[in-house]
């Protein structure tokens, strides 16, 4: 094992983020990421220091050919699940799996309403043959049609990865070789990460465009004009989504694994709190929806409920910001 594994295995196992080391040794993050990318090594008052905090003695840290570490009387941390290196490739090639799936689901979620949208639009005018009631029920259907089918694959990709949920929930040390090896494949997909996210946010940005269009150009079309030009901006915002959530699924996987961004040790502890608020939250919006979309008495047409989304994504981000900041999350 090379100091760099040592490093990690013991940070971990002491329930430390690189942060944290990294103040408890009064050095930058930067230089306990670049000692742990084997870009760099210590010097030896560092090493020193390392052997005191974690109780094992220097040569443990220093020699690659000692796999068990020599402690030196102090108290050690208690015993975390270790992940092995076939349990790190299952998983990520699991996650791999999902992502295109999990996208896809993402992608139905953002298109059910359009066809309720559309159809009510086109009861407005005679010309063509549906009436009000008939596109309120096809509309419903289809859009109830997709959230089963996205549902279900959003569930049918949960209950593969299932034995690994501890791994966003809990502390874990990994085998030798497993920190290399997933930083090796985040090495290899970060270009395509990195263009996925581009192509996702450029998509994002210019799903506007439909509508500006129509404004200026057609300020006196009629309704149903408006209505396919918001039609048109969820379809570019869901294709958007497809390339957020595929990079996002497999990148997230392997933050997972490194104890890295949202999945860090310290970000864990907070992980219960922030999902039942966005649970609840979603599940308000949710009520909303059905109460704004299927009451007599509401102020909102079927094709207007779209909106509810729209406000309430924006919401959530605000939200989750405000949860961020005062449970103190990094």
Known sequence: MIFADKVIALRKKAGWSQEELAERLNVSRQSVSKWESAQSVPDIDRILQMSRLFGVTTDYLLKDDMEEP?????????PLRRVTMQQASDYLALRRAAAPKMAIATFLCILSPIPLMMLAAMSEFSRFHITENAAEGIGLSVLTVFAAVAVALF???GAKVKEYEFLEKEPFETEYGVSGMVREREREFREKNSRLTVIGTVLCILSVLPMFAVISVMPAADDIVYVASVCVLL???GLGCIAFVYSGTYHGAMEKLLEEGDYSRDNKGRRKVVGTISAVYWLIVTAVFLVMMLSPSSPMLPNETWIIWAVGGVLYAAVMAVVRLLTGRK
């Not at 020599?70 to 208690?78: D, M």
């Open 235 to 237: 379809f570019m915002v």
């Open 70 to 78: 020599e402690v030196t009387g102090e108290e050690s941390a208690s």
């Open 155 to 157: 569930l049918s990709c």
